[in-house]
């Protein structure tokens, strides 16, 4: 196969790189070889280490500091061991640090607790949503998602375990790492002695920094740069654009491995789907590879995997091997694989958003920004010089925003303004933001809020809301829940928020032909749609299965189908404590689909004589997505609610359930009235 759409005279896979872009960065002159050394003298080679005595004499003079350093260089692994070695967990205390991803909490934990030497979950342990490995007596350092830190906040205000807590990955601007900054310096004024640290891979330290800074304590807050090793790294450019980046991708990657000298190939794409398409489309190349080339190995790495799958990432490959992994935004930033020296960039990532016209919620494919694109690059010249590709002509870089805007300035803040709301911040005006939510946006949050009961007149959280905030679910699969008790299905709908709150639930399995597991899925397909078909996986799985191979004949993944069964299991008491009933619907499916429209009621459409769909607000044309079991078939009433929406090319709704158009008045009548207020 030949790449003939390199632009002349840049790098191409095969072509001299003779004209070459460089990520900035410190060049350092010789590789250190890793493997063979022992965990000590690996830490003591990273390059933080030497920032070690500096690290610790500010934590103990500041009371937040900013950390900046190149991604690999040691922090995230390193910093809570340092302050544990240096006795900030001493009397009971805890070290707790922060990331915005699951995946990069549980792999880092998995990592540390190896180096400490102890079983994860002992002195090293990892909490994320309805999983917690970590133990409130022995554990000493804690990675946990931010998310779960600002929840902890609602217990426990002051956060009072912990003496030191290192918000990891600030630079994202998650949501809660935003919320967490604010409340944080909230708790210090209170509580003087909790040190924050503020890690960030970007240099965008200096409005953190004022963020923190008190004109009248100089020693409030400081910035320690730690320097970063890092290799040139060369970039070429698409001379056209490419209509399909994850085939190019599976090209660039194979064309690579003929062409160039060893070192491993990490591949950015956006997520699962398109992960598991280039993995096909490499798989369909392997067959043709020449005696001569290294034998690919294909890995994925994303969100979806178990702990194990994502931990084989960070094995060595073998002699006469190469790895090319396939990845999400995940090893952008948050985790760190040793050994790769190309990098291939689709240009593209997943985010959320949010629409506050239409008050539609959305995840969308969107183009990266420069810092995102210099960060990916940036991951070729770890250990040696290394080279990028990305799949987009360099007029498109020219083009991109400099930073993704954050998190709370573009996704739904329903769930999180009730949070805020529950642990007192009821003037969301005088809330320390580090960036403010958009007005439209909070103003959309409390008009949901206000129509679902859970703010009164005044503003402040009723009882129901006060309960909402501290279930572990967005606000409108929580207010399900609630519900349940007027529709008297509580028992059908614990199940469903369970199997909402997993992905990828229905697999094919290794070897067995698409069609026949399609056949399989069918089984489990109620008319309504996929909400109640969902149901119908999750009681087989119970009443018949429980094991990996009845969920194999069944086209299901036993892993995901035991973890809904664990969520279900923790929900179940969150129900108990707020004396929720347990009834069961009795097969009378038209109950259930009423309770879910409480849940969902944002999310209405009309059928149209074309097969697409209009949404209820904002009449926005919206495709069904095959794998939905409505995706061939005409809703009898016209109507359906939907979990959630993704933009890519086209718009499309996933997990949708037919409804009768009545039951959305009983919800949109009073939203819309509260509208035209
Ligand atoms: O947080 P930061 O990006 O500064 O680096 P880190 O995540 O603490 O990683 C430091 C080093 O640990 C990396 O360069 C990897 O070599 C190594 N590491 C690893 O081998 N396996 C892991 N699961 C995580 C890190
Ligand atoms: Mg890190």
Known sequence: MSLKFWKPGTAGPGSTLDRATEVEGNVVPSAPAYSSLSIQSQRERLPIFKHREKLLYCVEKYGVIIVVGQTGCGKTTQLPQYLFEAGWAADGNTIACTQPRRVAATSVATRVAAEVGTVLGDEVGYTIRFEDVSSKERTRILYMTDGMLFRETLVDPLLSRYSAIMIDEAHERSVYTDLLL?????????RPSLRLIVSSATLDATAFLEYFKDSTDPDQATIVSLEGRMYPVEVAYLQEPTPDYVRMAAQVSWNINLQQGPGDILVFLTGREEIDRCLEELSELIPTVPKAASRLIPLALHAGLSTDEQLRVFEKAERGTRKVIISTNIAEASVTIDGIKYVVDSGFVKIRTFN?????????????????????????????????YRLYPESV?????????????????????????????????????????????VLRALEGLAAAGMIGEDGRLTVIGEQVAECPLEVGIARMLFMSKEHKCGEEILTIAAMTSVQDVFIIPDGAPGALAELERRKFTAEEGDHLTLLNAYNAFTKYGRSSGWCKSHALSFRVMSRAVSIRGQLKKYMQRFKLPLDSCEGDARRLRRCLVSGYWRNGARWMADGTYRSVRGNKVL????????????????????????ETKKTQIRIITEIEPDWLLDHGHKYSTIEKR
């Open 182 to 190: 604010g409340v944080l310096k909230k708790i210090r004024r209170k």
């Open 623 to 646: 495709h069904v997505h095959p794998t939905s079991v409505l995706f061939t078939r005409k809703p009898r009433s016209g109507w359906v609610i939907f979990h959630e929406m993704e």
């Open 397 to 441: 870089f020219e083009s991109l925003t400099h930073s993704t805007p954050p998190e709370v300035t573009r996704i739904d803040m329903t769930t999180p303004i009730l949070q805020l709301k529950s642990l007192g911040i009821d003037d969301l005006m005088k809330f320390e933001w580090v960036s403010a939510p958009p007005s439209e946006t």
């Open 356 to 388: 506050p016209t239409t008050a539609l919620a959305s995840l969308s494919t969107v183009p990266t920004s420069v810092a995102s694109a210099i960060q990916r690059a940036g991951r070729a010249g770890r250990t040696a010089p290394g080279v990028c």
